[in-house]
């Protein structure tokens, strides 16, 4: 396997376990699919988080009440180098009963930093 499909592989692996900790609200094994300063662009509007303590609350707030679970519809490569993998992906919302809350596409950055894989940064449709 060459470094360009090492790399993919490690992002998709972010990105399995990113979902895993997600659901099962864990913002401790969330907070590790990340690196910090972690950044989102989305409705014309840059966030930023500095360390991991909001980053979990701030996500349950944007979901909004009556989300239970999220799931990858896609996780395409775009492109990707020996330390950094970019993803074309969807995932929808649902709510408990299993109706979608909506579905949304994003560009994901995942990187290796000090021989970490985490997701840096994001541009999603989704508020």
Known sequence: MDQDSKAAAEAMAVLDRHMAALNARDGKALAATLHFPHH???QGRLQSWETPA??????LARAGDG??????D???LVAASADKVHLDVQFTRYRKDGSSMGSFRSLWVVSRLGGRWAAQLRSSFAA
């Open 67 to 72: 989300w239970a679970r999220s799931a990858w």
């Open 54 to 59: 909001s980053y979990h609350a701030d996500f």
């Open 40 to 42: 989102r662009l989305s």
């Open 74 to 76: 896609w996780r395409n």
